[in-house]
């Protein structure tokens, strides 16, 4: 199964992206968050990929950042919504308000998304509220959404021996430069924090 994709953005739409690696182009479904967040046609992108078998199609949905793959593939669990209905939900609303909905029980924002009706939004509530993890500190938030790049600064501030909770606040605090975010960059200036 494919899980992750790198390689060139040749074209991006609100609810596709055409990714080209080694000469192959994968068509991946988006939702529109993780569409506002890509790089322009031609730059380097990186994607989360869940792949979708069914005995007439294989589909690939991809997002810029794993929390959002994770909240895709526990909306998938829920039963009458498939993985279309699933990336049109994560279009509808942000991740972390939609989480923040589920586990307060909120049925009337829930169904103010495009596509859920009163039963589906009781279904998400009743199915995934005790499956979400409780509402998050902005930087615990910043941490757990951060882009591959990032994950690679903080598994490699990890490896070095910091601690997690160090290597993210690190992140953030490097994130927060004006500075390019490319992982040299990144790497150095939490790197620099670290050792202040």
Known sequence: MIAHLRGT??????????????????DVAISV???TE???????????????VREDALSLYGFLRLAEKHLFEKLLTVSGIGPTLAIKILSGMPADEMVAAIR???????????????????????ELRD??????TASEMAARTATPVEEDVISALVN??????????????????KSPHSFDVLFREALGFLSK
């Open 160 to 177: 070095l021996g910091y601690q997690r909770a160090a290597a993210d606040k690190a992140l953030l605090a490097a994130r927060s430069s």
């Open 104 to 126: 307060g029980g909120d049925l009337v924002r829930l169904t103010r998304i495009p596509g859920i009706g009163r039963k589906t939004a009781e279904r998400m509530v009743l």
């Open 131 to 136: 499956k979400l993890p409780p509402a998050t």
């Open 33 to 35: 968050p993780t569409f």
């Open 9 to 26: 953005l040749l074209a991006k739409h609100p609810n596709q992206a055409i990714v080209e690696t080694h000469g192959v182009g994968y």
């Open 38 to 52: 890509m790089p322009a046609a031609g730059a380097e992108v990186a994607l989360h990929i869940h792949t979708h």
